[in-house]
């Protein structure tokens, strides 16, 4: 059962204020992330302590200078299942994770940062991997 709108809006609204479309359909998501062009970043969200406390902030904190991805995606897990679940599927073959972050090239997923990555890790050490990664890849 997927959680109540009134408790992921704010948490929806964080990502959305700094620039990110959300995919609310696997129909979306399959015409997003496949046909995607240059560099786009998905945000697997989540209701959770470390989205709220480390993996939104850090994400934001990301896009705020340099180098940083073309297009800014975001499924929310545990409440839009079906369009998370249809994400997870261009995440492989890594397990299903939440919160995570993904950046894909060209369509091409080509780095993740699973939930074990995020948990015990300060906004500023996830903006800080993200912003290396951009260095890379975008």
């Known amino acids: 059962m997927p959680y109540p709108e009134y408790i992921c809006t704010p948490m929806r609204e964080e990502l959305v204020a700094s620039g990110f479309e959300e995919l609310k359909s696997p129909d979306q998501v399959d015409q997003v992330i496949p046909n995607s062009k240059g560099t786009m970043l998905l945000v697997l969200n989540s209701v959770c302590g470390c989205a709220a406390g480390t993996a939104r902030p850090g994400v ?28 997870r599927k261009y995440t492989l073959p890594y397990p299903p994770s939440s919160p995570a972050i993904a950046l894909f090239k060209d369509g091409k997923l080509v780095h993740f940062i ?9 906004a500023q050490m996830i903006a800080d991997h993200l912003k290396a990664t951009y260095e890379e890849f975008c």
């Open 60 to 87: 934001r904190m990301s896009l705020q200078d340099g180098k940083k991805p073309e297009k800014l995606v975001t499924v929310f897990a545990g409440q839009d299942l079906e369009a998370t679940a249809q994400a």
């Open 114 to 122: 699973e939930r074990h990555h995020i948990e015990g890790r300060s």
